[in-house]
T-cell receptor
Framework: NAGVTQTPKFQVLKTGQSMTLQCAQDMNHEYMSWYRQDPGMGLRLIHYSVGAGITDQGEVPNGYNVSRSTTEDFPLRLLSAAPSQTSVYFC???????????FGPGTRLTVL | SQELEQSPQSLIVQEGKNLTINCTSSKTLYGLYWYKQKYGEGLIFLMMLQKGGEEKSHEKITAKLDEKKQQSSLHITASQPSHAGIYLCGAHGRGGADGLTFGKGTHLIIQP
């Protein structure tokens, strides 16, 4: 199994551009989530999904959209990038709700 | 909301020495996770503790959960260069489907 995969690894955007961070898992996990990691702030939850077709907001959802059309994929969309969204983004998945979460390698995003 | 405080924030130890990292919760713990992150990489799951008094070990790393103190400790025996990195504790909130709340991490440096 590849586990949790994320693409791209690095991305530089200009303010106002949009893009989608991809996340996929091949473990048939029901629960998937997105976090951002910032210096001094730790990891914070952006959005999560408890199954295909179901998504909800986490602690810092503003400026981000998600959808979950399949069990395997959980893309994160930045509609209009802002410098405040410069961060490292991690996707995670777990077999069921409130179980051990397994993390992808991360995407390092810089917004100029 | 639940907050997790880790101490120390950073730690420099000589190779071969023992060390302890603490994680204290502002609210009742319903399970506590320990992860390790190498600089620039994703989070690697180490251990999960669910019950008060529970203690788990993997190789030279031991984690304990003290439910009454709302605290967990991570102890490394005879530290090695491979132990260097950032150690993060995480916990689920009491209810709901949301993700993990994380501490800000402990940066561990091992000096040869």
């Amino acid at each position: 199994n590849a586990g949790v995969t994320q693409t791209p690894k690095f991305q530089v955007l200009k303010t106002g551009q949009s893009m989608t961070l991809q996340c996929a898992q091949d473990m048939n996990h029901e629960y998937m989530s997105w976090y951002r990691q910032d210096p001094g702030m730790g990891l914070r939850l952006i959005h999560y999904s408890v199954g295909a077709g179901i998504t909800d907001q986490g602690e810092v959802p503003n400026g981000y959209n998600v959808s979950r059309s399949t069990t395997e994929d959980f893309p994160l969309r930045l509609l209009s990038a802002a410098p405040s969204q410069t961060s490292v983004y991690f996707c995670a998945s777990s077999p069921i709700l409130r179980d051990t979460q397994y993390f992808g390698p991360g995407t390092r995003l810089t917004v100029l | 909301s639940q907050e997790l405080e880790q101490s120390p924030q950073s730690l420099i130890v000589q190779e071969g020495k023992n060390l302890t990292i603490n994680c204290t919760s502002s609210k009742t713990l319903y399970g506590l996770y320990w992860y390790k992150q190498k600089y620039g990489e994703g989070l690697i799951f180490l251990m999960m503790l669910q019950k008060g008094g529970e203690e788990k070990s993997h190789e030279k790393i031991t984690a304990k959960l003290d439910e009454k103190k709302q605290q967990s400790s991570l102890h490394i025996t005879a530290s090695q260069p491979s132990h260097a990195g950032i150690y993060l504790c995480g916990a689920h909130g009491r209810g709901g489907a949301d993700g993990l709340t994380f501490g800000k991490g402990t940066h561990l440096i091992i000096q040869p």
